[in-house]
């Protein structure tokens, strides 16, 4: 038995296939795009091939993120934020808190053992803090967002950047340049900045260790350290992060599919 | 006959305005420049004070006072004096619109909204600098992610027949949003006074903070934007008044209350 979740998020869609036993055994990944439901279908079909299963064998499917109500292959949907706590304890299952930054939002996440919402606060008003913010940044250098973090890493000397707005930072950035700063030091200002917005949210749904990272934006091997340096603690980052929304999508799946193949034996 | 140069370094134009001295009110304005303030600001108010003193048809040699506001006043060679926009753009707006009692001055990045007694003087005032989302960059990010040339966006949104609903306030998330509408069949036009209103929205309750009252004024550049002038009045249910030197408000203030220091440095006594 398979089963699949599917998040739809604002910059990119993701699946993932599980097996009866909870297991991944298949990712697909794409830009969103303007068309939904060809990206949810998409990824479906590019998650299967990589599990090496027919589309056909997945039993039940789960959607999740921004465009869930568009999956067309979905039989449910739960939210992301409900989704991302679920993927996030069972990876980690110490997890308490969960920060989640993706393209367009940032959450923070407060779950109990069973990876039950316990309360959660989220930016989705504005860019700043979020991973839009992040590729701004990496735009007006010239550098692809997943140069960024490695190049910040490279830091020799404190900067602050001081503009909260995605826009004026832009500016803000060009100015640095002219008055000839580097791009290590600025990018490192650039990180801190989105650390201190995290932070600012986890104090509000009071944060508890540990902590798990996730979204795109906690594969930036800088931004980690960022948050890492600003809460002095260290947080947990799996490999599959920005999987994570699909993956608590296709493990409320597995549990429905296995609940819907109880009741059918039982009114057998 | 000596001049008086006002430079206003704005985040995307600086402005200047050259006064003559001694002439009678009313005639004093010599010439005005204005060009893209780039990222050398000191070098922006060199380019734009030449092209105001080209303007004015005068020699560099001839200015008698330099004063220098916006965010990169303190930029400004040769400067005799530095002040705040919210005093230049007050002082400014009165010159031009005499008896206005409440304005707002929206430029690229910051809205200023200001009440002011019949006297001209500054009774009270409100400002976002911190955010794109009430200022003229909105507007820009609008029409860079449609493709549209930021002059020809006034023209465009006129033509609107039933403006889009943009809900997104954060300028960079209404780029994504346009794109959608665009997507979903919206046309240009409606799109683009959706942006318009949507901003006017934002303005208004910056306005309605110090007491929007006419007569009310528009400056800065955005008063250039004759549709977006008009969702603005329909916000306020109020008449709003523009000048064609509103974009120099700030700058023509600057000049004003350098030549008023000027001629108070005349008649002071000697030690």
């Known amino acids: 038995m398979y089963a699949a979740g599917i998040d739809v998020g604002s910059t990119q869609t993701k699946a993932v296939v599980l097996d009866e036993g909870g297991r991944i055994v298949g990712r697909g990944i794409r830009m969103t795009g303007a068309d939904v439901v060809r990206s949810s279908e998409e990824v479906l079909a590019q998650a299967c091939a990589s599990a090496e299963i027919p589309v056909e064998a997945v039993e039940y499917v789960i959607g999740t993120g921004y465009g869930r109500f568009r999956v067309t292959a979905g039989d449910d949907q739960v939210t992301e934020i409900g989704c991302h706590a679920r993927g996030a304890v069972h990876l980690f299952p110490h997890t308490r808190t969960i920060l989640d930054i993706g393209g367009q939002d940032t959450k923070a996440i407060r779950v109990n053992e069973k990876g039950e919402v316990l309360d959660f606060c989220m930016n989705d008003k504005c860019a700043a803090g979020t991973g839009r913010f992040l590729a701004a940044a990496a735009e007006v250098m010239g550098l692809g967002v997943e140069e960024i973090g490695p190049v910040s890493l490279e830091s020799t000397e404190r900067l602050k950047i001081t503009n909260v707005c995605t826009v004026f930072v832009e500016s803000e950035i060009l100015n640095q340049l002219s008055r000839g700063r580097r791009r290590e030091d600025i990018l490192a200002g650039v990180h801190r900045s989105i650390a201190g917005r995290s932070a600012s949210l986890l104090r509000r749904v009071g944060m508890e260790p540990e902590l798990t990272f996730t979204g795109g934006v906690a594969r930036n091997p800088g931004m980690v350290a960022a948050v890492e340096e600003r809460l002095g603690l260290a947080v947990n980052v799996s490999e599959d992060s920005q999987y994570m929304g699909a993956l608590g999508a296709a493990i409320f799946a597995v549990e429905r599919a296995r609940a819907g193949a109880s009741r059918q034996e039982a009114s057998r | ?271």
Not at chain 2, 42 to 71: F, I, P, Q
Not at chain 2, 188 to 193: F, S
Not at chain 2, 228 to 240: I, P
């Open chain 2, 1 to 271: 006959m000596s001049t008086v140069l006002g430079v206003d370094v704005g985040s995307r134009m600086t402005k200047a305005v050259v006064l003559d001295v001694e002439a009678a009110p009313g005639r004093e304005i010599l010439g005005c420049g204005k060009v893209y303030t780039h990222f050398d600001l000191a070098d922006a108010a060199r380019r734009a004070a030449a092209a105001a003193l080209e303007d004015a048809g005068r020699g560099a040699g001839e200015v008698a006072y330099l004063s220098a506001t916006g965010y990169g006043r303190y930029q400004v060679a040769d400067r005799d004096l530095q002040i705040t926009e919210m005093t230049c753009h007050a002082r400014g707006a009165v010159e031009l619109m005499p008896g206005v009692v409440s304005v707002i001055d929206v430029g690229a990045q910051n809205a200023r909204a200001i009440r002011l007694a019949p006297s001209g003087r500054v009774l009270q005032f409100r400002m976002n600098d911190k955010c794109a989302s009430g200022a003229g960059r909105f507007v820009e990010r609008v029409a860079k992610a449609l493709e549209i040339d930021l002059e020809e966006v006034s023209g465009l949104a006129l033509r609107a027949e039933q403006p889009c609903e943009i809900s997104s306030i954060c300028a960079v998330l209404a780029e994504s949003e346009v794109i959608n509408h665009v997507t979903n069949g919206a046309s240009i036009p409606d799109i683009l006074q959706g942006t318009h209103v949507s901003i006017s929205d934002r303005l208004a309750s910056l306005v309605r903070q110090v007491g929007a009252e006419e007569p009310f004024a528009l400056t800065g550049g955005v008063s250039r934007n004759e549709a977006l002038v008009r969702a603005l009045e329909e916000r306020l249910e109020m008449r709003v008044q523009r000048h064609p030197l509103a974009e120099y408000a700030g700058a023509l203030g600057a000049a004003l209350l350098g030549r008023q220091r000027l001629h108070a440095r005349a008649h002071a006594v000697p030690t």
